[in-house]
């Protein structure tokens, strides 16, 4: 059974940083790319970032500057690196990896709250 298992979300102050790291366990086929999707309260859930295997990435306008993300191919994991937090970053991440088999897995979800 494949699973992605995410980490690191949690409250933290504007101008803060935080850290997600989400890890694929089980049998997944060849991976296109990972990445990260949020949801805050009454809205849709949009793409945050996400990267290839080669490294390739692409970011919410959003988050460009501040957001990194990374892979580590070997490990099937995937981190984001989030500084300078707005309170509009205030949202449920969810982990995404995405098969060139075009099979969609989704993580749990790990909140992350943005507030002073």
């Known amino acids: 059974q494949v699973q992605l298992v995410e980490s690191g979300g949690g409250l933290v102050q504007p101008g803060g940083s935080l850290s997600l790291s989400c890890a694929g366990s089980?049998?997944?086929?060849?991976?296109?790319?990972m990445g990260w999707y949020r949801q805050a309260p009454g809205k849709q859930r949009e793409l945050v970032a996400r990267v290839t295997p080669s490294g390739r990435t692409t970011y919410a306008d959003s988050v460009k500057g501040r957001f990194t993300i990374s892979i580590d191919n070997a490990k099937n994991t995937v981190y984001l690196q989030m500084n300078s937090l707005k309170i509009e970053d205030t949202a449920v991440y969810y982990c995404?990896?995405?098969?060139?088999?075009?099979?969609?897995?989704w993580g749990q979800g790990t909140q992350v709250i943005v507030s002073s």
């Open positions: 995404n990896a995405f098969t060139y088999s075009t099979i969609d897995y």
């Open positions: 089980g049998k997944i086929a060849p991976i296109a790319k």
